[in-house]
């Protein structure tokens, strides 16, 4: 067994995940070793041949080098695709193929179609080079074995939540072992645009004011104090004298509090569904997080991530305090929190699915059972406590669908941003011993995704949702921009589904952060166009919708340069469409996020159906529910699953 951890932990967490391919070049280069076998005959015509093929998001060019008798490199020379996501694949499975001599090896889970891809390449190659890859040996072996650990903190899922848990129990002095789904850390988290909410006063004054923003705080404060709960009123009548005394003073510099945090929460998540039955965030919950998300930036700090000194509103944020590490995305949560976890000697099994609570005779959870991906079977034992934290589930669509209870419908060709793993495990395994669910009827779509892979970060996303422009098929704008998520995803559908988003050269620029123009342009994932004539006629509009289009563009320069709200309700801008080049971004909503989950209270605990603590049982993130009621801010996961995971590995080491 020792030998099986250490290839487990070192091999395949030797690579930790730093800004994803700015431009859409990676470069791996892999030769034979040693321990290659090679035949005395010969079986390839020698040379480098080179292989394109799609992967998930881009074109993979893959060069494959043979000898007479064996394969000798391969080198990925291009790819687009996301490295937070097939790196791995990308590294190491052409040293897999070359030291089996054989494309038949095990994929990567969480990047199998990166892996086919890749496979694929290499399979063309070796036919053109004379060889039959499907005689090749099998180099995939099953495995019936079992193996028993044990540590004090078991973290079921390797995403945001599941790494701060992890690193939380270490910092306590327990022993933890994480077990991940698929083959690399990050879940979500790394797919995400990276800002985490944090309401700070005193950081938020040090940026300056944007127009519109005073319009909304005289919204939100002017709600009818009938329609709010009574345990959010104190929160609401402090936040009415912060936002009079700021209206009333110097207004040139940001506001925000953690009050303002709070009650946005609440309102943007109140929802209605299909039922009639009304449903908002747990105040208890909601202010643990709006409570302690700046205080877990800072403790995020002390570990390592470098915080940018910018202030950001992801889409359906609904105001300004998103904080950003300096990598691009969530990779930098990754690099830093999985490097700690092995530093600081917790533990981690790739590609290996929990699949059972263990319970003893009390009902109190003492461990899982898991399966490897060659089929072994892993127990681990838990001293103290388990901790779920295995994300949502985005990627199960009949369980969205079974589920849901607040769209009208969601069609089987429905699109998703999440990654792999998020596929409900953790709430099955914690229902099937009688734990308690929430919220399970609400699905969030994420309006802005890519409309063939439902991925988040293709074409130009720019970080502020100001400068979000949305038109139709039409070449009209269709809804008020920095709208919550469930609005413009409801507004894209009356829509036709597919939009657009519009740029010219100054917000490319802004959008540059998380995706390079040059890049998704060549990908087609953008496209670019000298003027906005050039553009709508690129984009196969009419003689009428490019005057739509045109009179769209104009209307909305107008309202930015007057500040005024427009018929959309939009107060909140920052630039125009005034410089070329200009750039369209096919957009169409994909399944983004899971409100609901399993039950919890302030400390991470998991409650049963009657609302008691299941001992030895912890869970965060975005397999919990009751904190984001019907809809989420973007920008509130991270702070969920960074915050809450820190919870519960601070109390599960001290259990």
């Known amino acids: 067994m020792k030998i099986l951890k250490l290839v487990l932990t070192l091999v395949l967490s030797a690579s930790l995940f730093g800004c994803s391919s700015s431009q859409g070049t990676t470069t791996t280069t892999t030769t034979t070793t040693e321990t290659t076998a090679e035949s005395s005959e010969v079986v390839y015509k020698a040379g480098t041949y080179s292989k394109t093929v799609t992967g998930r998001n881009a074109s993979i060019t893959v060069e494959t080098t043979f000898s007479d008798t064996a394969i000798t490199a391969i080198n990925i020379v291009d790819s687009g695709e996301t490295e937070a996501v097939a790196g791995k694949a990308m590294e190491q499975l052409p040293q897999m193929i070359i030291d089996a001599q054989s494309t038949k090896v ?53 995403g945001g939540a599941g790494m701060a848990a992890a690193v939380a129990a270490l910092k306590e002095g327990a022993s933890v072992i994480l077990v991940e789904k698929t083959s690399m850390l990050g879940g979500n988290t790394v797919l995400c645009g990276g800002a985490m909410n944090a309401a700070d006063s005193e950081w938020a004054a040090g940026f300056a004011s944007a127009d519109g923003e005073n319009a909304q705080l005289e919204a939100i404060t002017s709600l009818d104090e009938s329609s709010i709960p009574s345990e959010y009123l104190e929160d609401y009548h402090t936040l009415q004298q912060q936002v009079s005394e700021y209206l009333a003073g110097d207004t040139s510099a940001h506001f925000d509090s953690v009050e303002l945090h709070t009650i946005q929460t609440y309102y943007h998540g109140l929802r209605t569904d299909l039922n009639g039955e009304t449903i908002y965030g747990e105040y208890d919950l909601v202010t643990t997080m709006t409570k302690n998300a700046m205080d877990t930036v800072n403790w995020l700090g002390e570990l390592g991530i470098q915080w940018q000194d910018v202030v950001t509103q992801p889409v359906g944020a609904m105001w300004r305090r998103g904080h950003n590490p300096s990598m691009r995305q969530g990779t930098e949560y990754v690099a830093v929190l999985g490097e700690l976890i092995t530093k600081l000697g917790g533990t981690i099994y790739y590609q290996t699915a929990a699949e059972e609570l263990i319970v003893d005779e009390n009902n109190k959870v003492i461990g899982i059972n898991a399966t490897m991906s060659n089929g072994a079977t892993l127990t681990v034992n838990a001293n103290k406590a388990v901790i779920l934290a295995c ?16 769209w009208e419908e969601i069609p089987d060709d429905t699109g998703t941003t999440n990654a792999s793993g998020q596929t409900g495990d953790g709430i099955m395994m914690a229902t099937a011993i009688g734990a308690g669910t929430t919220g399970m009827g609400f699905a969030q779509f994420m309006p802005v995704s890519d409309p063939v892979t439902g991925d988040l970060f293709t074409g130009l996303i720019p970080q502020v949702a100001a400068n979000y422009i949305f038109v139709n098929g039409n070449g009209n704008r269709f809804v008020n921009e920095t709208s919550a998520r469930d609005t413009l995803t409801q507004a894209a559908i009356a829509n036709g589904g597919t939009f657009y988003m519009i740029a010219d050269a100054d917000i490319a620029e802004e959008a540059r952060w998380l995706t390079d123009w040059e890049v998704e342009v060549e990908r087609g994932n953008a496209i670019m166009a000298d003027s906005l004539e050039e553009l709508a006629e690129k984009l196969g509009f009419d003689e009428t919708q490019t005057q739509n289009f045109l009179q769209a563009m104009a209307d909305y320069n107008a309202h930015v340069e007057s500040g005024e709200e427009d018929e959309f309700g939009k107060t909140n801008y920052d630039k125009g469409i005034y410089t070329a080049p200009f750039y369209a971004t096919p957009r169409k909503p994909a399944i983004h996020h899971t409100m ?25 993130g975005e397999v919990t529910g009751g904190i984001h009621g019907g809809n989420r801010l973007g920008g509130n996961a991270v702070a969920d699953c960074m915050t809450f995971g820190k919870i519960a590995g601070t109390n599960a080491a001290n259990e």
């Not at 080079?129 to 005689?135: F, L, M, Q, V």
């Not at 994300?391 to 607040?406: A, C, I, K, R």
């Open 106 to 158: 095990d994929s990567f889970t969480g990047a199998t179609i990166t892996s086919a891809a890749i496979k694929s390449a290499v399979n063309q190659a070796i036919e053109e080079a004379g060889g039959d890859y499907k005689s090749m040996p099998e180099a995939y072996v099953a495995s019936d074995e079992a193996f028993n650990e044990t540590a004090d903190v078991v973290v079921v899922g390797g």
């Open 391 to 406: 994300g949502g589930y985005g990627n199960n669509l009949s369980m969205v669908q079974e589920t849901n209870t607040y």
């Open 596 to 620: 609901g989950g399993l039950t919890i209270d302030t400390g991470a605990h998991v409650l049963d159906t009657e609302g008691n603590i299941i001992a030895g049982l912890y869970a965060a």
